[in-house]
């Protein structure tokens, strides 16, 4: 049996949400006007809440990019992961993942973000599958619109049961990382939660259940834990 070990991204994996800094980054660029900036601020502060639309976050990040070429976007992206997003990487996160392929675990990133951005965050940690937002593209540019089930709450579940189904796996004996209160479905479904860095909401959740409870920093070289999951631990 072949176990999973999953992981949301922005928080989680990284010291940051790189949507904002995405936009930012467009921003800074001319692509996109100074102006959203305040906008997505006030959407990401209902975010933190619980209470996002996410359908019309990407309505709203995305206009900078209706009309832009596909190839144009990836370079972006590309400077845009290994010039700001790389620093930004936990190294207890680096070995948490390097722990389950030691266990031979399967490793799955899977993000409320678009995938052009998670792919390439993904392949710096050596995780080669990965579950975002996937972007509508028409004759080589983007629309600005998004495709299929966002990757969102329980959308992440959705599409999660929709990879297992493609990929023959189960989440027997799963594991499950988050930092937010959006991912209380995945946390529920996996078989083992584990919270990191979590805000007070998650956090009494991941008291209520004895959740393990991960304290991962940028500038520590070890991370301290708390609590304790159902059955196996996660480390």
């Given at each position: 049996?072949?176990?999973?070990?999953?992981?949301?991204?922005?928080?989680?994996?990284?010291?940051?949400?790189?949507?904002?800094?995405?936009?930012?980054?467009?921003?800074?660029?001319?692509?996109?006007?100074?102006?959203?900036?305040?906008?997505e601020q006030a959407m990401m502060q209902a975010y933190?809440?619980?209470?996002?639309?996410?359908?019309?976050?990407?309505?709203?990040?995305?206009?900078?990019?209706?009309?832009?070429?596909?190839?144009?976007?990836?370079?972006?992206?590309?400077?845009?992961?290994?010039?700001?997003?790389?620093?930004?990487?936990?190294?207890?996160?680096?070995?948490?993942?390097?722990?389950?392929?030691?266990?031979?675990?399967?490793?799955?990133?899977?993000?409320?973000?678009?995938?052009?951005?998670?792919?390439?965050?993904?392949?710096?940690?050596?995780?080669?599958?990965?579950?975002?937002?996937?972007?509508?593209?028409?004759?080589?540019?983007?629309?600005?619109?998004?495709?299929?089930?966002?990757?969102?709450?329980?959308?992440?579940?959705?599409?999660?049961?929709?990879?297992?189904?493609?990929?023959?796996?189960?989440?027997?004996?799963?594991?499950?990382?988050?930092?937010?209160?959006?991912?209380?479905p995945l946390l529920h479904a996996v078989q083992h939660a584990c919270v990191v860095n979590p805000?007070?909401?998650?956090?009494?959740?991941?008291?209520?259940?004895?959740?393990?409870?991960?304290?991962?920093?940028?500038?520590?070289?070890?991370?301290?834990?708390?609590?304790?999951?159902?059955?196996?631990?996660?480390?």
């Amino acid at each position: 049996m072949t176990i999973l070990a999953i992981f949301d991204m922005d928080d989680t994996l990284i010291d940051c949400d790189s949507s904002s800094l995405w936009l930012r980054y467009l921003v800074q660029r001319g692509v996109a006007a100074a102006d959203m900036l305040v906008t997505e601020q006030a959407m990401m502060q209902a975010y933190y809440l619980g209470e996002l639309s996410m359908a019309q976050y990407m309505d709203f990040t995305l206009q900078p990019l209706s009309g832009v070429a596909v190839s144009e976007v990836e370079r972006w992206a590309d400077d845009f992961v290994s010039s700001i997003i790389a620093t930004r990487i936990y190294p207890a996160a680096r070995r948490q993942i390097e722990w389950h392929r030691q266990q031979g675990n399967k490793l799955l990133i899977i993000s409320a973000t678009a995938d052009f951005i998670v792919r390439r965050v993904a392949a710096m940690l050596g995780v080669s599958e990965v579950i975002a937002i996937e972007l509508e593209q028409v004759a080589g540019n983007f629309t600005g619109a998004t495709k299929g089930i966002l990757s969102f709450r329980e959308g992440k579940v959705e599409r999660l049961q929709a990879w297992l189904q493609n990929h023959g796996n189960s989440l027997q004996g799963s594991y499950g990382y988050s930092d937010s209160v959006n991912d209380l479905p995945l946390l529920h479904a996996v078989q083992h939660a584990c919270v990191v860095n979590p805000a007070p909401a998650l956090k009494q959740v991941s008291d209520q259940h004895q959740w393990r409870q991960y304290d991962w920093q940028l500038a520590q070289d070890e991370h301290s834990v708390t609590g304790q999951t159902q059955g196996a631990a996660c480390r």
